[in-house]
């Protein structure tokens, strides 16, 4: 049995009162790919932050080769041979992809300056090795998320890590990219790499890992390989139960009438900053659950902030209710009967500094029985700690989630629009929101959801776009294939390049 | 999740560096004129709370910088920067005075100085809506814009001055007549008598408390505050974002206006050129300290202004450049205290976005 | 109007865009490197201070130029210890320390020369061909040893903001703070190294100033700190514009001071001018849409 490359021996790790991971132990060898899976909280990305030289264990060890790594710090991780890629991409968007994949161990010349030819060297190698390619000498900003992909793994190979953990890699790709990159771990596995995957996504691990690990409420509750393991052994693990049933979609009332419509709306981009929306048209009747699928990049954020009132449009009508709203600022649109629920809640829809209250009020335009209708949101919702004079950065995750949920959706709505609305939520929190969703079309509201969860859409909705390029590209009943979205969602995609 | 004694300790640190900071320096200070350290202390405090005088003193110091803090304040709880207290002060006391001289000395007082007071705050107010527009409209971040028109203001000033207000051969405008004048707290206080402190400083607290009523219960108010701490989320949930800045920051000027009523029309009945240096960045001392608690605001322009009357007691010739030395170690201070001691809460989770 | 146009106009707005020109560049470096710097102010008058105290002391020009460039960049390594290792709010830094160094040199000039508006003059370097031709003028100026200091100094500064491995961190940390420490960058290091060489080249603008006028005399920065600050935001935060910015600047009050002597405008009036310039040019900039992505941001 080779000795392993990573040994996490009892570690334990908090942030302020929460303890992300539990006296976790787990041994990594090379040559094979490991996949560490659980659902949303459960301590993925902290183990790997462990490993990855993040932040340092309050108890227990971790060693690489057999040394404890100390002290625990990105860059010392990455002597030691660590290569972490991250889920949201570490680069610099304003250099081009040479210079971040330089950065931090740019070779330099006799003059002492940037020796470029050198790195580009090294770099030429690393894609060979991978198997992918990248134009290095584009500007990051302009690169599709296959591509910057490809450079944080570019980066990782230019430094010789051996140890290679990727967080979340396959969340941001469509399933034909997702394929290719696992191709590219193969290789570097085979090469005698130790690779460690974090992902959410069973099919994935039993398809392309050799060892998996679940993880539940910060504890490791089963290590083994894959070949000894199955999908409902696998779920049972990670749920640690029988999962709760689905939420029961409402249903389809038809095309009748229209809550929220669209018609040729359009917004130019800036290249860098923001994708152009491109004749987007499009009807969400009232009680009908209508989503945008797509990988997140390609005008989602830009849609929504349209219908908002934060984006002005350059063409095209949006109505709520039959009645133009395109050329009201944000507040008259809510009198309107339009609610939004932004993709970040700590952006756009917390003050993490206020108190629970204040954030539940924000936006109310009476001052009476705030409250009661406090206390009702809170409890409609079930969001603890129950005390509402605490900081919103208090909460959970989840529970933020659902506080920024129960404040748009605790009242008469004529159109909903919600984006991402159970990302980084644990499995309850969504339950909950996914049933207040429901619950808001049931009374008539019509709803839009823009997720790049396909599952979660393929659950509530009555009918799926899906979105490419700033483009509607198709429209699918909710149980049409995946593989079908994914090619609908490949084909207007913002970049065909690197290892997607 | 109530704070424990150690917590609200810990929140405290803050004042209590700077506190502790201050009487250091000053002690620095006073020992480079040749008083010695031991001394100096007695004296300071024997010299500003010791007599009724001192304390008239006090608070007559402590008038414009209450002012100036409650106004940099105000525009910080909007996340605006006004450091164009010295600007909006001096234009609001010009046009004060003069407005004084014009009005119809059979009114009587209190309608007299309510309508000079309204002009100061209004002449304040216009001078900081320039940079405000300009932030809100144009995105021209408001800490050089208000520097700016501070000095744009001296040198308009300069030359109304010289050119038509003042009287020959000085650079003050003329006298203001008696019913426009506030009158001295030693009317009614009898132990006050020869001290400067007049009405201007329990206007101040009135303003004070106030602005606060207004930030803490009203939906503007609060609106404001949120602003402050997020205006994304705020734009996106229907909150007018430009308008409160707009208001928080002009608002700012109109208190920053009154700032020198202590001076001009308690104490000194005209306006001077020059009148006022140096409370505009007091204020931001004060303001800091206060950490945007009334009392606290208070009791930093309390502290400030025993510091300049401790300072005269000590040495008459400790100049107004020690003040300044000694508020920018205060500012200091307590940015580093505050950086040190944890907020109530905001350290409490810090877990990555619930993806651990 | 044709005197405008002659080399004492080019010699005059050489020499009063250098200390315009100095503080615009260590704005440009500080900022690059992720730490807002209101403090450009303080850092020109507190180098000038020293310089000038210095040169007074020991009689040496060139023990002036190191007292005022040693002075310079503590201040702003002052400054970068607050905002980027202490996490203060670097708004707050740069305003408490533009207070620190107004009555700072204020009360030193007090203390130490007995006076609240100037120091005792002295000589500063005398090169150059004598006389009050354009030509001398213009000789004077660019032999002025500050002068070609800051000349090196702007010249270098793109080079090595792009060529080198420090420059590349630098802009990593202004960029993307969290990624560079991700890389495996220092970036607190890496930002204080950044605030030491702006505060160096900060200082040559002090030392000039006060070289200039051969003393110190209080406040004697005027606002340049801040116009500097409105050529950096302008220029998009790159160091050639940014000193373009200050030329244009300079040529201006060079007019103004070559038609001093016209009566038509109030010389208040005229003084004021600078001051409505960068407001209005700043009304016109569009905000900070170009500013480095990090600024104000920390690595974690």
Redesign the interface.
Known sequence: MPSPAVCLDRVSRRFGSVVAVRNASLDLVRGRIHGLIGENGAGKSTLLGLIGGMHPPDAGRVLIDGEPLVPATPAHASRRGVGFVHQHFMLVDAFTGIENVMLGAEPVDSLHRLDFAAARRQAEKAMNDLGARVDLDALVAELGVGERQTLEILRVLVRGASIILLDEPTAVLTPAQADRLFAAVRRMADAGACVVVVTHRLREVLDHCDDVTVMRRGKVVMTCTVAETNAPALTRAIMGAEPPPPVERPADPGMHGSALALSHVSVAGTGTARTALHDVSFVVPPGRIVGIAGIEGNGQTELVRAIAGLLPVDSGEILVHGQPVTRLGVGPRRLSGLIVVHADRHRDGLMLDASVFDNLVLGERGGRHQRALVQRRMNRFGIVPSDPALPARALSGGNQQKLVTARALDRPVRAVVLSQPTRGVDLGAARAIHGAICAAASAGAGVLVVSADLAELRALCHEVFVIARGRLVASYPPDTPEEVFGRAMLGGSVVAGGVG | ?TRTIGQRAAGLLPPWTAVAAAILVLNL?SW?FGQAPAATLSTAIAGSWGTMYGVGQVLFKATPLLFAGIAVDVALRAGM?N?GVEGQMAVGSVVAAVVATVVPVALPAPVAISIVLLTAAVAGAIWAAIPAV?RVL????E???T???N??AD??I??LI??ALALPGTVRTADMPANTLLPRLQVWIHGFVGSAASVAFPLAVVVLVTVHAWLKL??SG?ET??VG??A?????????VGWRRWMALTLSGAVAGLAASGTVMGYKGYYEMGLGAGAG?GG?AVA?LGRGHPVGLLLAALLFGTLAQAGLAINAQV???????L???V??AT??A???SP?????????????? | MSRLFTLTMVAETLRIAVPYACAAVAGVWSERAGIVHIALEGVLLVSAFGAASMTIATGSPVAGIVAGMVTGVAFSLLHGTLAARYRVDAIVSGIALNLLAASGTRFLLRALYDSSSNSPSYSAFRIGPTGASGAALLARALLDPVTILALLAVAATPLVLGRTRFGLRVRACGENPVAAASAGVPVVRVRLTALAVSGAIGALGGVHLTFDQHRFESGMSGGRGFIALAAVIVAGWRAWHAVLACLVFAALEATQILLQNQKVLPHEFVQMLPYVATVVILGFAAGRARAPAGLGKHAS
């Open positions: 999740m200070l480079s920067f450091i300009m144009l995105g021209a971040h800490v050089i814009t520097i700016m028109l000095r744009i040198a308009l300069a030359m010289t050119s009203t939906r609060r505050v949120w701490l997020n994304d989320a705020c734009a996106a949930e229907g909150v007018p960045f931001i800091f100049p107004r450049e020690a003040m300044g030395v508020e920018a170690v500012i200091i940015a580093l505050t950086a040190w907020a109530p809460a905001s350290r409490t989770t810090g877990a990555p976005e619930a993806e651990p």
